[in-house]
């Protein structure tokens, strides 16, 4: 297998808006090509691809799959591989969340919390692990802080994270010293994309917040950043970006 691009490559799963488009955005800036991953959010990765592309030709492409259906993870796998034979990063971000009500949750409710924040990444870390290797590069997975301190209506999700957590750990030790493997473990950074989130709770998270305020989209780019460009002797570690929250 050679090389065929001289930048970082990076893939950022669900990278069509909110923090994971931020981030691809970040990193372009600093000289990365950009792999975009979207499910529905087509016009949003559309968007943001043509407008990376007309900085830099050829700097980004969008890809699509569902991370709920299993054969979708080797596809993806396999286009990252054909685009540049090249890979630098992975940044695990995409995420379903979502309430459950215990009593009433669903095995396809299950199904597809474990699938977009546990399974996924692991699998996609196997298949892309050729190509990490062969640029001594790098793993990030995006957790949340109520992995450790779970939600009472969230109980899936929060095991999924607390799985994607306890894969960072391992990972780190199985793919060392070739590939390192990270995790930042945000806050609350933007308020849930359904709008859904009383005023009440929002205002508990931030009387519970020593920092008093919310995370921005920047402060999770800048941690992923550290871990990848600026932490050789890291890994295994998981960063909480969350103002204090979670020392509560
Ligand atoms: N926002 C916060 O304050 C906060 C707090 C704690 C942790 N986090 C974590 O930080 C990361 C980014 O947060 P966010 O709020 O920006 O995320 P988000 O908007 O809730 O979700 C990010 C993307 O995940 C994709 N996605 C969800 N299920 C998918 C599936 N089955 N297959 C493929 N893609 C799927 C969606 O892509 P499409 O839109 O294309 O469908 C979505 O745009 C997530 O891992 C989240 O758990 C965020």
Not at 48 to 60: E, F, G, K, Q, T
Not at 87 to 93: A, C, F, I, K, M
Not at 130 to 141: A, D, E, I, T, Y
């Amino acid at each position: 297998m050679t090389i065929d691009s001289s930048r970082k490559v990076a893939l950022i799963t669900g990278s069509a808006r909110r923090i994971g488009a931020h981030t691809a955005d970040y990193f372009h800036q600093r000289d990365y090509d950009i792999v975009l991953h979207y499910r529905s959010s087509g016009d949003g990765a559309k968007n943001l691809r043509d407008r990376l592309n007309a900085v830099r030709p050829h700097s980004c492409i969008a890809l699509h799959a569902d991370l709920s259906d299993p054969a979708a993870w080797e596809q993806l796998a396999e286009q990252v591989r054909s685009w540049k034979h090249r890979l630098d990063l992975l940044v695990n971000n995409a995420s379903s969340y979502y309430a459950t009500e215990f009593g009433n949750t669903t095995l396809s409710q299950w199904n597809d919390l474990f699938a977009s924040n546990a399974m996924a990444p692991f699998f996609l870390t196997q298949y892309l692990l050729p190509l990490l290797k062969q640029s001594r590069g790098c793993v990030v997975n995006i957790v949340d802080i109520n992995a450790d301190k779970p939600l009472p209506d969230f109980t899936p999700y929060c095991m999924a994270k607390a799985a994607l957590k306890a894969m960072t750990l391992s990972l780190a030790r199985a793919l060392a010293p070739e590939v390192r493997v990270n995790g930042v473990s945000p806050g609350t950074i933007l308020w849930p994309a359904d709008g859904n989130m009383p005023d009440s709770v929002q205002q508990a998270i931030l009387t519970n917040t020593p920092m008093q305020t919310i995370g921005s989209p920047d402060d999770i780019a800048k941690a992923i950043y550290f871990l990848a460009e600026q932490a050789p002797f890291v890994t295994g570690q998981i960063i909480a970006v969350d103002g204090g929250y979670s020392l509560r």
